[in-house]
């Protein structure tokens, strides 16, 4: 296995434009999470999922913004009529489900960079 | 949630151990305290994690006070490729919260 995978690595698109980027999880992973990062900043937490069960959404996760994991394997994070304020780093991350709280890390991946001009 | 609190940055010389102190003093009984660091253009990477107990790895160790308000992340022999971001975070059930981390700058 080779970790957590993201693709595309870097996107450039236009205001307005609608963007797609994948994340590949570690296979055995059941759960998987998008964050968003800003420079300087930590990664934000924007939803997760535990299999293709989509659990929590942060309220960062505006209604241009959509994830799905349609086979609780692979995830796609969709952002509509992208806006300049939407250029961060978008990382995926993967976990097993914790049996106690907590007690799994996470893997990332190295994120896909999206640039909005 | 339970927040936790880093200095914004910290200075280290090669080769010198590394103290990377971490205030956590609203910490439930069931968080576990989860030390990540990210390096430049990339994810953040697992460093180590613990409950109660200190922990030790390969990369680090993890010093957990008695009464689990604070945490140290203990580099013992800082290189070059350890300057990086260095965040702590509690874990809780269903996912983590990061906030600013501490910037270590290693000097040659």
């Known amino acids: 296995d080779t970790g957590v995978s993201q693709d595309p690595r870097h996107k450039i698109t236009k205001r307005g434009q609608n963007v797609t980027f994948r994340c590949d999880p570690i296979s055995e992973h059941n759960r998987l999470y998008w964050y968003r990062q800003t420079l300087g900043q930590g990664p934000e937490f924007l939803t997760y999922f535990q299999n293709e069960a989509q659990l929590e959404k942060s309220r960062l996760l505006s209604d241009r913004f959509s994830a799905e994991r349609p086979k609780g394997s692979f995830s796609t994070l969709e952002i509509q009529r992208t806006e300049q304020g939407d250029s961060a780093m978008y990382l995926c991350a993967s976990s097993l489900t914790p049996v106690r709280q907590g007690r799994y890390g996470y893997t990332f991946g190295s994120g896909t960079r999206l640039t909005v001009v | 949630d339970a927040k936790t609190t880093q200095p914004n940055s910290m200075e280290s010389n090669e080769e010198e151990p590394v103290h990377l102190p971490c205030n956590h003093s609203t910490i439930s009984g069931t968080d576990y305290i989860h030390w990540y660091r990210q390096l430049p253009s990339q994810g953040p990477e697992y460093v180590i994690h613990g409950l109660t107990s200190n922990v030790n790895n390969r990369m680090a160790s993890l010093a957990i006070a008695e009464d689990r308000k604070s945490s140290t992340l203990i580099l013992h022999r800082a290189t070059l490729r350890d300057a990086a971001v260095y965040y702590c975070?509690?874990?809780?059930?269903?996912?983590?919260?990061f906030g600013a981390g501490t910037r270590l700058t290693v000097k040659p």
């Open positions: 975070i509690l874990r809780a059930l269903n996912d983590m919260r």
